[in-house]
C-alpha cells in the first residue's frame, strides 16, 4: 500500500475515535458559520502556503514565524537560526468545510517531511524544522494521536521528528513573502522545491482542491 494511502486511512481513523468520544452537554452549537486557526511549520513558508490555501475550506494563509518573540520576528535574524522561531505559516480555515484532521493529512503527505530534523530540501537549520503549534487542547490531542498512529504503522523508514507545542505567538513575515508562490511562479527555488509539492497535492488530494478560476 502506498504510503499517502497508510497516513490517509490512519488519520481517518484518529478522527474518527476522536469524534466518537462522548461530547459534554452544552448549548447548540451557533448557526453562522465561524473560523479556526492552524499555524504549522515544516521548511520554507512559501511552498507551505502555495500548498494550504489551495484547499476547499481555506480563507487565508499567511507566512509567518512562530516560537520565538516579537523582537526577532524578521526575515534576516530568523535566518541566523538563533531566535527559536521555525518559519510557519497561519492557516484560517471553516472546520464546518475542512478539519484539523485533514489540514495534518495534507501537511505529513506533501507539504514536508516530518523525518528530516530542523531543516527541509535544501534548507538547514532550526528554522525549517518541522513543528505544529497547536492553539486548542483538541489541536493538540489531533497532532499527537497522528504522529502516534504514523510512527506505530511504520508509515515512514525514518523516525519522525515532528514537535507538538502551543502556540505562544505568530508573527507575520514580510510583505514579500506573502503569497511568494502565486507571485513568482518561475522563480527556481519555487520551480524545483515547491512546484512538486502543489503538484502531489492535485494528484493525491484532488477533492480537497479549491476549483480555479
Given at each position: 500500500?502506498?504510503?499517502?494511502?497508510?497516513?490517509?486511512?490512519?488519520?481517518g481513523?484518529?478522527?474518527a475515535?476522536l469524534?466518537?468520544?462522548?461530547?459534554a452537554?452544552?448549548?447548540?452549537?451557533?448557526?453562522?458559520?465561524?473560523?479556526?486557526?492552524?499555524?504549522?511549520?515544516?521548511?520554507?513558508?512559501w511552498?507551505?502556503?502555495?500548498v494550504?490555501?489551495?484547499?476547499?475550506?481555506v480563507?487565508n494563509?499567511?507566512s509567518?514565524?512562530?516560537?520565538?518573540?516579537?523582537?526577532?520576528?524578521?526575515?534576516?535574524?530568523?535566518?541566523?537560526?538563533?531566535?527559536?522561531?521555525?518559519?510557519?505559516?497561519?492557516?484560517t480555515?471553516d472546520?464546518?468545510?475542512?478539519?484539523?484532521?485533514?489540514?495534518?493529512?495534507?501537511?505529513?503527505?506533501?507539504?514536508?517531511?516530518?523525518?528530516?530534523?530542523?531543516?527541509?530540501?535544501?534548507?538547514?537549520g532550526?528554522?525549517?524544522?518541522?513543528?505544529?503549534?497547536?492553539?486548542?487542547?483538541?489541536?493538540?490531542?489531533?497532532?499527537?494521536?497522528?504522529?502516534?498512529?504514523?510512527?506505530?504503522?511504520?508509515?515512514?523508514?525514518?523516525?519522525?521528528?515532528?514537535?507538538?507545542e502551543?502556540?505562544?505567538?505568530?508573527y507575520?513575515?514580510?510583505?514579500y513573502?506573502?503569497?511568494?508562490?502565486?507571485?513568482?511562479?518561475?522563480?527556481?527555488?519555487i520551480?524545483?522545491n515547491?512546484?512538486?509539492?502543489?503538484?502531489?497535492?492535485?494528484?493525491?488530494?484532488?477533492?480537497?482542491?479549491?476549483?480555479?478560476?
Amino acid at each position: 500500500m502506498k504510503k499517502s494511502h497508510i497516513i490517509a486511512q490512519l488519520v481517518g481513523a484518529c478522527l474518527a475515535l476522536l469524534v466518537a468520544a462522548p461530547a459534554a452537554a452544552g448549548p447548540a452549537p451557533a448557526s453562522k458559520a465561524h473560523t479556526e486557526t492552524a499555524v504549522l511549520a515544516g521548511g520554507c513558508f512559501w511552498g507551505l502556503e502555495a500548498v494550504f490555501e489551495r484547499l476547499r475550506g481555506v480563507s487565508n494563509v499567511v507566512s509567518g514565524f512562530a516560537g520565538g518573540n516579537a523582537l526577532t520576528a524578521h526575515y534576516e535574524i530568523v535566518s541566523t537560526g538563533t531566535t527559536g522561531h521555525a518559519e510557519s505559516v497561519q492557516i484560517t480555515y471553516d472546520p464546518a468545510q475542512i478539519s484539523y484532521a485533514t489540514l495534518l493529512k495534507v501537511y505529513f503527505t506533501v507539504a514536508t517531511d516530518p523525518t528530516q530534523l530542523n531543516r527541509q530540501g535544501p534548507d538547514e537549520g532550526t528554522q525549517y524544522r518541522s513543528e505544529i503549534f497547536y492553539t486548542t487542547p483538541e489541536q493538540q490531542q489531533v497532532a499527537q494521536t497522528t504522529i502516534a498512529a504514523l510512527t506505530a504503522a511504520h508509515a515512514y523508514a525514518a523516525p519522525i521528528v515532528t514537535k507538538v507545542e502551543p502556540l505562544r505567538g505568530f508573527y507575520p513575515a514580510e510583505a514579500y513573502h506573502q503569497h511568494f508562490y502565486d507571485r513568482n511562479p518561475t522563480y527556481p527555488y519555487i520551480v524545483y522545491n515547491d512546484k512538486p509539492k502543489v503538484d502531489q497535492l492535485h494528484a493525491k488530494f484532488p477533492q480537497l482542491v479549491k476549483a480555479e478560476n
